[in-house]
């Protein structure tokens, strides 16, 4: 069995997804390489009810705080972060969304959420059908109406995604591939749509997804 984990990053001009895709034997990987980063930030000072979240950190905001004035510290934790995930036999798969102008599958009445949702459903089912393997998969919970949108029961019951027999919305807070997801869709959105000032930022986020990279639709080990 499958698992994908799915989060989102967006600006006002684009929208992206991502899952973050493992077999069920690498479940226990994540929670060990989960625990291994929460290691490494009580160890560089970093206390209290924290998630990875890739903006609050950049941003040092909320339980990050203490991060304010240290991007030096930023930076160690995400490429720690990538150190530790590169190692996972998992897999990326992104959908992305120029949200500034309407387009064959989406007009300013539509959620961004849904349609991005959609196609990325429609890529999580591909992938699984590769792997001759069905596909359980863990959202972050999103809005009421996000979710009213997606009808996942109506979908499946339709036959559009065989390989996946679930979708759930949770906390992200419960689920370490869901944190992992929202880093790397961070990083990602970072590194194609943010308009960096500062060339050491522009290089040192290119220097962390060039290793995130090789994940994006790697096929996983049989």
């Not at 799915?6 to 899952?19: K, V």
């Not at 240290?70 to 930076?75: E, K, M, P």
């Not at 999580?124 to 996000?146: A, C, L, P, Q």
């Not at 995604?161 to 979708?167: A, C, D, L, M, V």
Request: proline fraction near 4%; include cysteine.
């Amino acid at each position: 069995m499958l698992y994908a984990f799915t989060d989102e990053s967006y600006s006002p001009r684009q929208y992206f997804q991502t899952a973050y895709i493992v077999d069920g034997e690498q479940l226990l990987q994540i929670e060990q390489v989960m625990e291994d980063l929460f290691t490494y930030i009580r160890g560089i000072g970093i206390q209290g009810n924290v998630e990875f979240h890739g903006h609050a950190i950049m941003s040092a905001k909320d339980a990050w705080k203490p991060l304010s004035g240290r991007f030096d510290l930023r930076i160690k934790i995400f490429k720690y972060f990538v150190e530790q995930v590169k190692e996972i036999d998992g897999s990326l798969l992104i959908q992305g969304l120029d949200v500034r102008e309407p387009g064959e599958n989406y007009d300013f009445l539509n959620s961004p959420h849904l349609v991005t949702s959609k196609k990325l459903l429609r890529e999580i089912d591909s992938f699984s059908e590769m792997h001759s393997r069905d596909v359980y998969v863990y959202s972050d919970k999103v809005s009421k109406e996000d979710r009213q949108r997606i009808r996942f029961d109506t979908l499946n019951q339709s036959g559009l995604f065989p390989r996946i027999k679930s979708i759930n919305f949770v906390e992200s807070s419960d689920y370490p591939g869901i944190q992992i997801a929202d880093m790397c869709i961070y990083l990602y959105r970072r590194l194609v749509d943010h308009q960096e000032i500062n060339p050491r930022t522009k290089y040192l986020v290119d220097d962390l997804w060039k290793s995130l990279a090789p994940l994006v639709n790697r096929k996983l080990r049989a």
